[in-house]
């Protein structure tokens, strides 16, 4: 079966600090691994996409990792700010036009001041 | 924001009253999905369609049915709607079901 879990369930940090969330995931054959950033209230946003070939993705202050081989996956956020407060979740799709992504139950974070 | 609505946005019923949730895309996007999210447990697939009258079960998909008749609406309806029920429904729309997916606004359905 396939699976994503997430960790850690839940995050608290003080601006300006990094963070990293981890992902771990068993969907094969794998496609793309995706994270989406979830604001209180609002329906999930994507943030990031990766590929099989790709190691290292970047989007403004979000780093995404992926490492296929131990099928791993870290979202890096630098310098945090009180708008990245949300539930980060990651999502992994299988090779093959009929498979239907599976999501991680996300990792909530609260940046305090 | 893709073109995604959800309506009603705010619903409460009462115990064993029908329910019908609706989704409307303008992106013409072929598939189209149907998730409740309840604390704790994140998203998860109620049904989902590959295309009109093209749909699939879900991992919770008891006590739902759907339906597709248009591209652009995904109907999902409660028959008898239960307290279990309640919870906060999004819809989401992808052109495959390998790529990104664009979620509505969500319904928060109260069932007293």
């Known amino acids: 079966k396939n699976q994503v879990e997430q960790s850690p369930q839940s995050l608290i940090i003080l601006e300006g600090k990094n963070c990293t969330l981890q992902?771990?995931?068993?969907?094969?054959?794998?496609?793309?691994l995706r994270w989406y950033k979830q604001d209180t209230g609002r329906g999930p946003v994507s943030l990031t996409i990766?590929?099989?070939?790709?190691n290292t993705k970047s989007n403004g202050r979000y780093t995404a990792t992926l490492d296929a081989d131990t099928k791993q996956s870290s979202l890096h956020i630098t310098a945090s700010q009180l708008s990245d407060s949300a539930s980060y979740i990651c999502?992994?799709?299988?090779?093959?036009?009929?498979?239907?992504?599976?999501f991680g139950r996300g990792t909530s974070l609260i940046v305090h001041p | 924001d893709a073109g995604i609505t959800q309506s009603p946005r705010h619903k409460v019923t009462e115990t064993g009253t029908p329910v019908t949730l609706r989704c409307h895309q303008t992106?013409?996007?072929?598939?189209m999905y149907w998730y409740r999210q309840d604390p704790g447990h994140g998203l998860r697939l109620i049904h989902y369609?590959?295309?009109?009258?093209?749909?699939d079960k879900g991992e919770v998909s008891d006590g739902y049915s759907v339906s597709r008749s248009k591209t652009e609406d995904f109907l999902l309806t409660l028959e008898s709607a239960t307290s279990s029920q309640t919870s906060v429904y999004f819809c989401?729309?992808?052109?495959?079901?390998?790529?990104?997916?664009?979620f509505g606004p969500g319904t928060r359905l109260l069932v007293l």
């Open positions: 990766m590929t099989f070939s790709e």
């Open positions: 992106e013409n996007h072929r598939y």
């Open positions: 999502v992994v799709s299988a090779l093959g036009g009929s498979y239907i992504p599976t």
């Open positions: 992902c771990n995931y068993t969907v094969s054959p794998f496609s793309n």
């Open positions: 369609s590959y295309g009109v009258k093209d749909t």
């Open positions: 989401a729309i992808s052109g495959q079901a390998e790529e990104t997916q664009y």
